[in-house]
């Protein structure tokens, strides 16, 4: 409990390792799993280009987070963010967006381990085993951060090896007639591809939603952002090119399992699908930690009913904002086909990440100062601003048309809550240098 306000605190328990391996668990899972095949289908062998021009983007937006995760290490990461820099209703519709997307990725990546199960064993329905390991998830993130993010860190460092072995066993089998032509549905084509494949960078800043339980966050937050995208953002290289480069972006394109497909080809098929299995595992565990977070962060500011701020009394766990996470990540992996949302997902964070960007660069124009500056200040905020309203405006006309239905909702609610509680914070008083 915070002495000088009586909100409640989170423990600050996470390492460096443990905040590094966070954002690899919310990075690396079922996008690179599945989107690749689809990525390919829509840019053709020029996808390697698209995943270049997704990790630029995120790398710009990931600077800001950066920046703003040391200056304010509070539970609830953009809401944070848009709240105390911008506006509290900017800072709501942010996290609003931010979890709509987190929320459909979880389900998506439950989907996805029970998808992969059922490799393993047909006779278990997905939905039932998705089920299963959201309740699983639940209560690891009830027991506690440390203990979610140790058993992350075993599951991390597997999926990773994963990955890399079906580098090294596919790289030297290349054929480099697949990458010709190179451009065969030109450089548009490039950017939709993007603005997809956005979808599986957008756990970069996971970390930045836990910072109230990060030690020393001014230092490791920044630190943990930026190496667990320079990571994924290697590791999704050499996949990318291995995978076109054996199999064609033809045979990709027409599969639900491409990785699967291509590591039947070098023999390593049972591998793939254990890795499968680990990264959807990791993806829902930690988004579940995400969620919860900003549920948590946004009822301390009593925008959502308050009883989601409340704390385990000898666990010190949102208790209720993370059963809530649960709930709904169930109700939608049961009821509905959301493994076509990916593109609504994308939409939602990326404009969650043009007003980050926005909110660094009023960090800057305010002179407030940040333990952790980025080089060129604030020009990489003005190109991540640019590159994420570019890549949100690719990702189609559906996404568009849902993801503004989604923003209103969140205008709506946050107008009428408020209104019914007139007691919800305003801004943050943030002192200047």
Not at 173 to 201: E, H, M, Q
Not at 278 to 300: D, I, K, N
Not at 342 to 369: G, K, P
Request: net charge positive; aromatic share 10%.
């Amino acid at each position: 409990m915070d002495p000088t306000t009586s909100k409640p605190l989170l423990r600050r328990e996470l390492g460096l390792i443990d905040s590094v391996s966070i954002g690899l668990g919310a990075i690396i899972g079922a996008g690179i799993f599945v989107l690749v095949g689809i990525a390919a289908g829509m840019a053709g062998p020029s996808v390697v280009l698209s995943v270049i021009l997704s990790a630029l983007s995120a790398s710009f937006t990931a600077l800001s987070f950066s920046e703003l995760g040391a200056a304010l290490p509070r539970a609830g990461g953009v809401y944070e963010y848009g709240h105390t820099l911008l506006h509290p209703l900017a800072g709501f519709v942010m996290g609003w967006m931010w979890v709509f997307g987190n929320i459909v990725l979880g389900a998506t990546g439950s989907l996805g381990f029970g998808y992969y199960l059922s490799l393993f064993a047909p006779w278990l329905d997905y939905r039932a085993s998705a089920m299963l390991l959201i309740l699983t998830v639940v209560a690891l993130n009830i027991a506690g951060s440390k203990l979610s993010a140790s058993l992350n860190n075993a599951i991390v460092a597997g999926k990773v090896l994963t990955l890399v072995l079906f580098s090294i066993v596919g790289l030297p089998r290349i054929k480099v007639d697949n990458f010709s032509p190179f451009l065969p549905k030109g450089p548009a084509a490039v950017v939709s591809a993007a603005a997809l494949f956005y979808f599986a960078y957008i756990g970069f800043p996971r970390v930045s939603t836990m910072a109230e339980e990060v030690k020393e966050p001014e230092r490791t937050i920044p630190m943990a952002i930026l190496i667990a995208l320079g990571t994924s953002t290697l590791i999704y290289l050499l996949v990318t090119v291995t995978a076109v480069g054996v199999a064609g972006w033809e045979r990709l394109s027409r599969s639900t399992a491409p990785l699967g497909e291509v590591a039947k080809d070098l023999g390593i098929g049972w591998i793939v699908g254990v890795g499968g299995l680990l990264a959807t595992f990791s993806v829902v565990l930690t988004s579940a930690m995400g969620q919860s977070r900003v549920f948590f962060a946004m009822a301390r500011n009593r925008e959502i009913p308050e009883i989601l701020s409340k704390l385990h009394p000898k666990l010190g766990t949102p208790i209720y904002s993370i059963l809530f996470s649960g709930c709904v990540m169930t109700t939608l992996a049961l009821t509905v086909d959301v493994s076509g949302l990916a593109t609504l997902t994308s939409f939602l964070v990326l404009a969650s990440h043009v007003l980050t960007n926005l909110a660094d660069i009023r960090l800057y124009a305010e002179r407030i100062e940040a333990p952790f500056k980025a080089p060129f200040r604030p020009l990489h905020a003005l190109i991540g601003l640019t590159t994420s309203a570019v890549l949100m405006l690719s990702t189609g006309a559906w996404a568009v048309t849902a993801g503004s239905l989604v923003v209103l909702f969140g205008v709506v609610w946050y107008t009428l809550y408020t209104k019914l509680r007139p007691q919800a914070h305003g801004m943050l008083v943030f002192p200047r240098s």
